[in-house]
């Protein structure tokens, strides 16, 4: 059987109701993310969600008083169709992450659990670095589905979906060819045989 296209997993997930349990599973670790991203910053900024699902992260940042612009987009039209009916007034776009790019560029990127889905994840981080990112921004990704987490491994079967299985380093050096410096990583919340979510920083523009 051939494989799926991620996004129309999603969209069924979306239809299914499973966008609920995905903000369930991630906040834990986004949470950790976000106070990497934004809790140290004092002055205004804006910020994109690469592969928000039903908007859930747009939607805790807009609440953000240092925060001027939050949207999000993704690839699955029934996420961004569910993220519309939640909040109507807030920025939600349909499309792949690989052919979009805002007028104008931001300060903030984060992206959860997604990254992997592409065949060539550098391609999709150099393209959201080069256009999507401010000359002084940073970007944040978390992901579950890495060589160092065994119990992944399984999970491109499971759905019967294309996944790029990567190691720590790799998506470090993956950050730092996309033009990123000062790039770290570390695991949040390992619980008995699951090692963490793997969470990769980097800024533009400082090194
Ligand atoms: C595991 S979900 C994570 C959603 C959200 N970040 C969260 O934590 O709830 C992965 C998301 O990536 C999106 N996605 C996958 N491939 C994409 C692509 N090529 N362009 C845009 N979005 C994509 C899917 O539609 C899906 O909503």
Not at 69 to 75: L, M, N, P
Not at 98 to 105: G, K, M, N
Not at 159 to 181: A, K, P, R, Y
Request: with cysteine; glycine share 8%; charged share 20%.
């Amino acid at each position: 059987m051939s494989l799926k296209k991620a996004t129309d997993i999603f969209n069924a997930w979306a239809i299914a109701g499973k966008d609920d349990g995905m903000q369930k599973h991630h906040s834990a670790a986004v949470n950790v993310m976000l106070d990497t991203l934004v809790g140290p910053r004092t002055s205004k900024f804006s910020f994109i969600d690469a592969g928000c699902g039903n908007g859930w992260v747009v939607r805790q940042m807009e609440n953000h008083p240092l925060c001027t612009r939050s949207i999000g987009i993704d690839g699955a039209e029934e996420m961004i169709g569910k993220a519309k009916l939640i909040d109507p007034l807030g920025s939600y776009i349909h499309s792949d992450l690989l052919t979009w790019a805002p007028e104008e560029t931001f300060d903030l990127i984060h992206s959860m659990e997604v990254f992997y889905y592409f065949n060539n994840p550098k391609k999709v981080i150099s393209h959201i670095v080069k256009n999507w990112l401010n000359e002084r921004g940073e970007m944040i990704m978390g992901i579950d589905f890495y060589k160092e987490n065994s119990k992944s491994h399984s999970w491109p079967n499971d759905l019967n979906t294309h996944m790029e299985l990567l190691g720590i380093s790799d998506w470090v050096e993956i950050f730092e060819e996309s033009g990123l410096t000062q790039v770290t990583s570390f695991q949040t919340n390992a619980k008995n045989d699951f090692p963490g979510t793997l969470v990769v920083h980097g800024m533009k523009g400082k090194s």
